[in-house]
């Protein structure tokens, strides 16, 4: 066993005697990312061959807020780190690049966005885009590392109040 401050790890499980300073607050629906400069990063030992497989592709790194007017081209590329090195210990999502959050959308007026080489961006309730005057978007990917445009949800770990709404609807009526 390993103690680090207040954690205490084994190679399987760590346990923290306070979940204070461990993630960020809550970005959209995704509340277990790990606070930046944690200490809790490159921390991990063996897993799982299933696993060894998948975490590379993963984070535990929130995606960059967006949520401001964009009224100059902007190009977006992937900006959170998979976790390829060493492992963090924490809980892994895939990734969310860059989270669009505005409302009713984030406003692209009279501006190109260009998305590249395997960005993912996602947006919340309100609508990701509003391309104005001579906007435009454009996606360059490549064969194996395509743009992704997605709902946050398909990703976090919290469901939008639609979604528990139509999931408590199904229930009410026995579905």
């Known amino acids: 066993m390993t103690t680090l401050g207040s954690l205490s790890a084994t190679n399987k499980v760590a346990f923290l005697s306070s979940a204070s300073g461990v993630f960020p607050s809550q970005v959209a629906g995704g509340a277990h990312y790990l606070a930046t400069g944690s200490a809790y990063r490159d921390l991990g030992t063996s897993v799982s061959s299933e696993l060894s497989g998948d975490l590379p592709q993963l984070t535990t790194y929130p995606p960059t807020l967006i949520t401001s007017t964009i009224s100059s081209a902007a190009t977006f590329y992937p900006a959170n780190s998979r976790d390829s090195g060493t492992l963090d210990l924490g809980y892994h999502y895939a990734p969310i690049d860059f989270l669009f959050s505005a409302d009713p959308g984030v406003v692209v007026t009279n501006a190109t966005i260009t998305l590249k080489d395997g960005v993912v961006v996602s947006h919340d309730d309100n609508l990701s885009l509003l391309l104005t005057g001579n ?3 454009t996606s360059v990917g490549l064969p194996h590392k395509h743009n992704v ?8 770990d919290v469901a939008s109040a639609s979604s528990q709404r139509a999931k408590n609807s199904e229930e009410s009526i026995g579905a």
């Not at 445009?149 to 976090?156: D, G, H, L, P």
């Open 149 to 156: 445009f997605t709902f946050y949800t398909t990703v976090q």
């Open 135 to 137: 906007s435009s978007l």
